[in-house]
């Protein structure tokens, strides 16, 4: 159970979520998880089944093996948000790149995903590079 414990927290981690987002994901209260990651309690199936589909590798979770099947529930995800809301259907450009995503090893996938994840960010280092010119601008006496 250790090992599920450990692993539950590197997949919380790798798809840079809190504990209170995981938890939420699960349908479980963070003090639940919390027990789940720190190994003071085993999850369940239905726990397992609500992680899947914003994109935990279950099989990762279970066994230590990363899936070869991680891009299928990434695709799940994705229809699943577009059943749910009324947008548009994929553009060309989108198309083309899911299918060229769809080709990289998981590597490669793991890559882009922190990447674009990154990028996302982009706004909060932004914002962190600004305190810190501001501080080295002080520091100096500017």
């Known amino acids: ?6 692993r539950l927290g590197a997949e919380r981690k790798r798809l840079s979520l809190t504990q209170d987002e995981f938890a939420a994901a699960g349908r479980v209260s963070k003090r639940t998880y919390c027990n789940y990651e720190s190994g003071n309690r085993t999850c369940d199936a239905n726990f397992l089944a609500g992680v899947a589909k914003i994109g935990a590798d279950v099989q990762f979770i279970l066994t230590g093996i990363y899936s070869s099947n991680r891009s299928a529930a990434t695709a799940a995800l994705m229809s699943d948000a ?6 548009a259907p994929l ?19 793991d890559a882009i995903d922190r990447t674009v994840r990154a990028l996302a960010n982009r706004s909060k280092v932004e914002m962190a590079m600004g305190v810190m010119q501001i501080g080295e601008s002080l520091f100096k006496g500017e």
Do not use: Q, W
């Open 82 to 87: 577009l059943v749910d809301s009324e947008e």
């Open 1 to 6: 159970m250790d090992n599920i414990s450990l």
């Open 91 to 109: 553009s060309d450009r989108t198309t083309a790149l899911l299918a060229s995503y769809e080709r990289c090893t998981i590597p490669m996938k």
